[in-house]
């Protein structure tokens, strides 16, 4: 990989972390419960997903229009696991040192709409019960789960960035 690649890709990745941290944090200082919001989730991968695919592009372009399968999908990988590092890291912190107990609040906020949303199914309550239980015993945000997450995370968006690599690559015909 070529210099500017991974330096574009770099700096590119440590915006989308600044960006995702301002907005944890901002989330955090607002109001908790957006933690918990479907919609912010979805913003969040679209702003992600956007900054991976601006990063292949830019890349694209500083080799004058060509780009290989690999080093569309290097350019927006590592952008996406710079940001979402960063991110990790902010949200570890938050959670696990400066305030727990926004932590547990969150998990009990996860235990309702668990709840709410099984019995909205029409799941049996026996069922509910036993989910709840199992539920009960795992802390979303604890430092081993919130880096399960994010290994998560990047294998989620590895299958929209081998997406954007088909979409971005141009092979070079004269290397052909």
Known sequence: MEKTLKSLSINNGL?????????????????????????????????????GVYSAIKVKQQQQGFLSFKQAFSAYFIT????????????????????????????????????????????????IQNALMEAEKKNNFALIEQLKAFVWRLLFYCIFGLIVALIVKKNNPETE
Request: net charge negative; aromatic share 12%; no cysteine.
């Open 15 to 51: 915006i989308l972390g600044l960006i995702l941290s301002v907005i944890t944090v901002l989330m955090y200082a607002i109001n908790l419960d957006l933690f918990t919001k479907w919609w912010v989730g979805i913003i969040l991968f679209l702003l992600a997903l956007g900054i």
């Open 80 to 127: 996406i696991a710079v940001g979402s590092f960063i991110s990790t890291i902010i949200g570890i912190v938050i959670f696990t040192f400066v305030d727990p107990d926004a932590a547990t609040y969150l998990n009990e906020q996860i235990l309702i709409m668990t709840k709410e949303a099984m019995e909205g199914f029409g799941a049996p309550q026996e069922t």
